[in-house]
């Protein structure tokens, strides 16, 4: 039972503000710590989100593919879903719904997910192209990505959230990523409106932070010039 | 074998700046965490140093007890323990000790605990009294401390690194705390002069942080006018 009161992260947001793009965990590893989760594939390739233990890849293209077990990430979150059910929403926009989850989770000092699943309208999501190495900033290699819209979508978002303190080492404040019903559709979500669903929310006691030790680049960079804060809110 | 690569913390340095000083795991819990930890007691009720699975605990009087089961702590640092061994070192201080760790682990970026055994002079500690609700901050009730000063003693330092990104939740940079080889003399460390001694370190790559959710105080607190930082870096 512990393990659904856990959620685990690979890397951190930090590391990819200068660009440590190389992928540290695979998602046959990854999936040994959740079956539903979020993350960016090495180089900033694209965006995934695994729901019911299906790691979906949204490509820079828009292309939606299942990421296969040898596919590498350098940053991830995953946990073992069993969300409570919260509310019955309608007709609220990203911050309402953020608002909402607030006050009714109380839970602002500790991890949580959230999952919404409804009818969504004007979502907008976005995904990284993926990048060479020599990698470049994190801001850099955000700058090439593609912006999705579509107006009317029935589909599934998922979310984190991590308190302010967590902040660098995770997005401080909410993170969430959507996929359509029909997989044809998703991304890091930039904004939506949220028609009509159903929010439920998983509250964790613990935050498992997995770093990549065995990456030299990672272990030899100095982050003390890094603007982390910056890098982060520019690219997320 | 994986939770030797583990380093676990219940609360968060951050709690304790505005006072949260509530016990919120017991020893009992904690221990099956770690054999090998530090801590502090409910109320900032002393310095806890665990070796070998025995939670020796100072108190602000100096004397050292072990610390029962039902001893319950706002925030603790535990692993078990498999150091290896890294250098024989003679005639360092705190400074010059922190440095070499970091020259020779090359573990800036993870957290790593290190074990000093060996002779120690002018070794400087310290320990909080415990204080009763409701409590002050961190910085006032650390004001009521005692401090202790031994030249010449034989004794184990068992510190903490954490990497800068996590100073809040945890002391960024090291926590050592000590205690002598006749369980007569200890406390956070303050300052120290290694005469000779066995240096070893063990790295971890994963950060367990587990969040006291059960406790409403904790839950509902604004952390968000907190200097937390300079709270910390007050009293640690």
């Known amino acids: 039972m512990s393990n659904q009161i856990t959620l685990y992260q690979h890397g951190t947001l930090a590391l990819l503000v200068p660009g440590l793009l190389t992928g540290t965990i695979t ?9 539903t989760g979020i993350g ?3 180089g900033l390739d694209g965006e995934l989100i695994i729901l ?20 590498t990430m350098p940053f991830a979150n995953a946990h073992f879903a069993r969300y409570s059910p919260l509310a019955e929403l309608e007709n609220v926009d990203e911050a309402d719904l953020n608002q909402q989850m607030i006050s009714l989770s109380r839970a602002r000092n500790t991890f949580f997910s959230v999952e919404v699943h409804g009818v969504f309208s004007n979502v907008q999501t976005r995904a990284a192209v993926k990048s060479n190495p020599p990698y470049n900033t994190l801001a850099e290699t955000a700058e090439n990505q593609s912006v999705f819209n579509r107006d009317q979508v ?18 401080g404040g909410f993170h969430h990523h ?5 997989h044809q559709f998703g991304g890091h979500v930039l904004s939506f409106h949220l028609d009509k669903g159903d929010v439920s ?5 613990t935050f498992e932070q997995h770093l990549p030790v065995g990456n030299k680049q ?3 960079h100095d982050f003390s010039n890094d603007d982390i804060a910056g890098g982060i ?4």
């Open 218 to 220: 990672y272990m030899e």
């Open 27 to 35: 998602m046959a590893e990854l999936l040994k710590h959740g079956d």
């Open 40 to 42: 960016t594939g090495e």
């Open 154 to 171: 029935k589909g599934t978002l998922v979310g984190y959230y991590s308190p302010e303190l967590f902040e660098g080492a995770t997005v």
């Open 52 to 71: 019911d233990g299906k790691p979906y890849h949204v490509h820079g293209t828009g292309d939606i593919t299942i990421a296969p077990d040898s596919f």
């Open 178 to 182: 959507f996929i359509s019903d029909d």
């Open 233 to 236: 809110h520019q690219s997320e």
């Open 201 to 205: 929310y998983q509250l964790f006691d």
